[in-house]
């Protein structure tokens, strides 16, 4: 018997969209028993399927760690933006990192960033 898969999420996400969900977050989610190989990008393949078949925006998850592979997969269409859940909680700075490392001029911090912050963002 098979189980739900990333052809169906399409489906439903694209009849989503018709009634007003603007972008749709893929990930397995890991709650129940399934072989998936887990390594960097690993759930990728599954937001891009969905993004095509459902011609919806989506994001990918799933150990995305580093600013060249998230530009990566938004640059070939893989996914229209990432999440990095964990990474954030690493490093709370790494999109000040990421935007550095891609070369992306910061000037200027978000409304309520502490002052002891502010010299981050010159």
Do not use: C, K
Not at 52 to 63: H, K, M, Q, S, T
Not at 70 to 88: K, L, N, W
């Amino acid at each position: 018997m098979a189980g739900w898969n990333e052809h169906d999420t399409a489906i439903v996400a694209a009849w989503a969209q018709e009634a007003g969900a603007d972008l749709f977050d893929i990930s397995t989610g890991g709650l129940v028993r399934a072989r998936i190989e887990v390594g960097p990008g690993y759930q990728v393949p599954f937001a891009e399927t969905v993004r095509r078949e459902g011609d919806v925006p989506v994001n990918a998850v799933g150990l995305i760690t580093d600013s060249a592979q998230a530009e990566a997969i938004v640059a070939t269409g893989q996914a229209d933006a990432v999440m990095m859940g964990r990474e954030f909680m690493r490093d709370p700075h790494a999109a000040l990192r990421f935007a550095r490392e891609l070369g992306v001029e910061v000037d200027r911090a978000p409304v309520g960033t502490p002052p002891q912050y502010l010299r981050a963002y010159r």
